[in-house]
């Protein structure tokens, strides 16, 4: 994936400030160059699998760069509605809300979700979700 923006997280800060047992996910969009063998009939994506052009929203680990390789799993198409940098900001921060909002806490209708930090990543994504649930936030 040739990138053309990449989103910051708070432990990718770290990383680079000299904290490397801190884990660096690295939230990139960009445009596919190459596809691997591996990559057709990728279930994530409903409209099929990721061919060269698309342009895609990926999470890879390691440093900032200009090019990355990701599993098909860690890619999925860039709703055109977004810009680049927009959807940087959308991987990590709602996997970890999702993760602990819907998998473990099993949010539902009417559920009182008080959220500590609502205006960082994960806070923002967490009202999000609770809101989309119907949870009171």
Aim: hydrophobic fraction near 45%; aromatic fraction near 6%.
């Amino acid at each position: 994936v040739a990138v053309r923006a990449c989103g910051l997280t708070w432990p990718t800060v770290l990383y680079y400030r000299g904290c490397k047992r801190t884990a660096n996910l690295v939230e990139s969009a960009g445009v596919v160059t190459r596809v691997g063998k591996s990559a057709s009939g990728h279930a994530g994506n409903a409209a099929g699998s990721i061919k060269v052009g698309d342009q895609v929203v990926c999470v890879s680990t390691g440093p900032v760069r200009s090019y990355v390789v990701v599993p098909k799993e860690l890619a999925v198409r860039k709703p055109s509605s977004l810009s680049f940098e927009q959807a940087t900001s959308i991987p990590v921060a709602f996997a970890v809300a999702y993760a602990t909002v819907i998998d473990i806490a099993h949010l539902k209708k009417d559920d009182l979700l008080l959220v500590h930090a609502a205006a960082g990543g994960v806070g923002l994504a967490a009202v999000q979700l609770a809101r989309v649930r119907g949870a009171k936030v």
